[in-house]
């Protein structure tokens, strides 16, 4: 019973997000026990919404992964070469076209910011030369720039790098 408790609340924070541009709205999408569509009975966490796109993770298949579900076709979509058995993911947001999902991987207590292309069904560690820990990814609208926390410094900062994992230097405005 707690388990669907969880879906319905998940599904209504989708539906305020979503409303976040008019009113809110509750998206229905219907139960299904094998784990092909937006709601199952595993733990779903991480949501992340953008223009026709819902991207999480859940552990329905016995270890945490990453899912994308089309708000329009009402499905999930395969991605193919992104989860790994021996990598929890989490942390997943994605570029409003759908093309791009950056994530942190963690493995053997490390973690690193991921960038996952769906057209070429490839994930790349755009962090693999940064000795810090990172968390909490986001990647602009049209997928070109990634800001992560990361502590390098001994602190969290927040860094941008452009999607080919060069660090970007934005310049803070003067106080």
């Not at 139960?31 to 595993?42: D, I, K, V, Y």
């Not at 759908?98 to 994530?103: L, P």
């Not at 990814?137 to 941008?160: K, Y």
Request: glycine residues 6%; contains cysteine; aromatic residues 10%.
């Amino acid at each position: 019973m707690l388990q669907k408790s969880n879906l319905i609340l998940f599904t209504v924070i989708f539906g305020l997000l979503n409303g976040c541009v008019g009113y809110p709205r509750l998206l229905n999408s219907a139960f299904n026990p094998s784990g092909r569509s937006l709601n199952s009975p595993a733990t779903e966490l991480n949501p992340h919404i953008s223009g026709r796109y819902i991207v999480f993770t859940s552990d329905r298949r016995g270890s945490q992964d990453i899912y994308l579900f089309d708000r329009l076709t009402r499905s999930l979509i395969d991605l193919p070469g992104l989860n790994s058995l021996d990598t929890i993911a989490s942390h997943p947001t994605i570029s409003e076209d759908g093309n791009y999902i950056v994530f942190i991987n963690s493995r053997q207590g490390r973690s690193a910011v991921f960038l996952y292309d769906r057209q070429i069904r490839q994930s790349r560690n755009l962090t693999s030369n940064l000795p810090a820990e990172v968390r909490n990814p986001t990647i602009s609208a049209d997928g070109s720039r990634i800001a992560f926390e990361s502590s390098v410094n001994g602190q969290w900062d927040i860094l941008v790098y452009d999607r080919f994992g060069r660090p970007l230097n934005i310049q803070q405005a003067p106080r």
